[in-house]
């Protein structure tokens, strides 16, 4: 693009390639925006709440994903125009930061930009609208702090936690086991949590799956599951108070890696070629067996001879065991990881109390349960269910639900979900619109309306009327002067969501109203889209 000028000194602009791009400007190229952010809110829309729908998505290659996590949905989605991809990545940095609420960040910020349409074609600026919406956001965040309310949980009391994460997990496949999976979900937590420090690294809970078997059956493990077994058939299957040794450095006789070629021409020379590596073969296991090691488990493979001597040594060994896995078995087991034989020591073996073997159905699937570890920081959940989508569902609302007790762990106050918030929100809002004169007014009724966004498509969703539930519901709000009432999508027959333990962290619903309100100040910001045409 450049800028030139006429005999009379009047500017104009010179486009590169002209005919080739095309340009939007002022209001045209705001809705236009528009109109993207809300198309990606729509596809989100149906599936917010816990009666929402599924999406299935798929890959170019073949894979197929069926979610119902807005994050996921919107990653996994092909968009092509840039405000669009404002969207995916608004619903992105609500799932580092917070973990879950990503389908509802995009719905709101979809309101708020539908809201923000109407004012434009009354002829308000764009600034004064994002200025209008930014008073609103502040207002609804203190508002929230207001409302919201702490619950104290200990080691023994966790049945708070538990309900948040139910209230998490009931908008996912999984909701028929969500009491099982949140106690789950609750007890990995706070089995690697430093409640001193109010601090959880989720790295240390690992999320393994298994197709077959049924969702009942995923479990809690205090250690590691690892999926390999060992590596002869006959070796013990059950080993207890072992003693690990965990080696990154390869099991097996040396290669000898020359260039030179090695002739042999007799029987005998090849037998002392054998007798010298199973000798040293022989130093190696020796050297395992003395420093106490009673299993070994091996970064790499070894060959099937050194396997056939491991067994008759009787060491049980596991090879190919991922750097990952190695790491959590290490900081587990409170072991070290040996990268040189001559460094092996008694006090660098890790300790568990129980090593196993436990076979899936009728097939060869075998894993390792390392359990009773001496430091038991790590976890494992292992998930079982019907097929793989259903298992990598799983995983990801269980990521969702682990993310929620990480949040509560650092700060412990909660909302009311079911829309309750952004009802009591929007009838806070609207009250303190008519203290502001000038045409922020405006803006900041119809952030007002943006936040029933939410609650009208949780109604929607559930099947119900949606505009008649949501007045019947804000009459009521103002009525009882209660922030707890909400959508009853459950069809329980009460509002009360305190009734109906539903609850959300507060830190995730104010992270929420903040990410939409910056992604649509953004995208309203824009009044000039020069962009290259289609060929």
Wanted: contains cysteine; negative net charge.
């Amino acid at each position: 693009m450049a800028l030139a000028f006429d005999e009379f000194g009047r500017p104009f602009i010179i486009l590169r390639e002209q005919e080739k791009k095309t340009r939007l400007r002022g209001l045209d190229a705001q809705k236009a925006n528009i109109a993207a952010g809300k198309a990606v809110a729509r596809i989100l829309r149906t599936s917010l709440g816990p009666k929402g729908m599924d999406k299935m998505l798929q890959s170019p290659d073949g894979d197929v994903t069926i979610t119902n996590d807005g994050a996921t949905i919107l990653e996994q989605m092909d968009v092509d125009n840039q405000i669009a991809k404002l969207m995916v990545e608004l619903s992105c940095s609500q799932d580092y930061e917070i973990g879950d609420g990503t389908t509802g960040v995009v719905v709101m910020a979809g309101a708020l930009l539908e809201q923000a349409e109407k004012l434009l074609e009354r002829g308000i600026h764009p600034l004064r609208v994002a200025e209008g919406y930014e008073m609103a956001s502040r207002i609804a965040f203190d508002h929230l702090e207001r409302i919201s309310q702490k619950f104290e949980f200990s080691a023994d009391n966790i049945e708070p936690l538990v309900q948040t994460c139910m209230t998490t997990l009931s908008s996912k496949i999984v909701n028929r086991c969500k009491r099982a999976l949140a106690e789950i979900a609750v007890k990995a937590v706070l089995a690697v949590a430093d409640l001193e420090r109010k601090d959880v690294n989720l790295d240390l809970i690992k999320v393994e799956g298994k197709v077959g078997g049924k969702l009942e059956d995923t479990e809690l493990i205090y250690g590691i599951v690892v999926d390999k077994d060992m590596s002869h058939p006959q070796m013990p299957k059950r080993i207890e108070d072992a003693k690990i040794a965990i080696l990154t450095c390869p099991f097996e006789p040396p290669k000898p890696k020359t260039k030179h070629k090695v002739d042999i021409d007799t029987v005998q020379k090849f037998q002392t070629l054998r007798d010298q590596e199973q000798k040293y073969f022989d130093e190696m296991v020796q050297k395992c067996k003395d420093v106490g090691a009673t299993l070994v488990i091996c970064q790499w493979g070894f060959d099937d001879e050194a396997n056939h001597l491991l067994m008759h040594r009787n060491l049980p060994a596991v090879r190919w065991v991922g750097g990952v896995e190695l790491e959590l078995i290490a900081i587990a087991t409170g072991g070290r990881i040996v990268p040189r034989f001559q460094e092996l020591s008694p006090e660098k073996l890790g300790k568990a109390g129980l090593v196993r073997e436990k076979s899936f159905g009728t097939t060869k699937d075998r894993m390792l349960y390392i359990e009773q570890c001496a430091n038991s920081r790590a976890v494992t959940i292992f998930i079982r269910g019907g097929n793989k989508m259903m298992i990598e569902e799983t995983k990801r609302s269980l990521h969702d639900a682990l993310c929620v007790a990480r949040n509560l762990i650092r700060n412990n106050s909660i909302v009311y979900g079911g829309g309750s918030v952004e009802i009591s929100c929007s009838i806070a809002v609207e009250t303190a619109a008519d203290r502001h004169p000038g045409v922020e007014q405006y803006a900041i009724r119809s952030f007002a309306d943006a936040l029933e966004a939410v609650p009208l498509a949780l109604a929607e969703n559930s099947g119900l009327p949606p505009i008649d539930t949501l007045t019947a519901v804000k009459a009521q709000q103002v009525k009882e002067s209660n922030p707890h009432c909400g959508i009853d999508c459950n069809d329980v027959g009460m509002n009360d969501m305190k009734e109906q333990n539903v609850f959300e962290t507060l830190i995730g619903k104010q992270q929420q109203i903040l990410l939409a309100t910056q992604v649509v100040k953004m995208i309203l910001k824009i009044d000039d889209v020069i962009s290259p045409s289609e060929y």
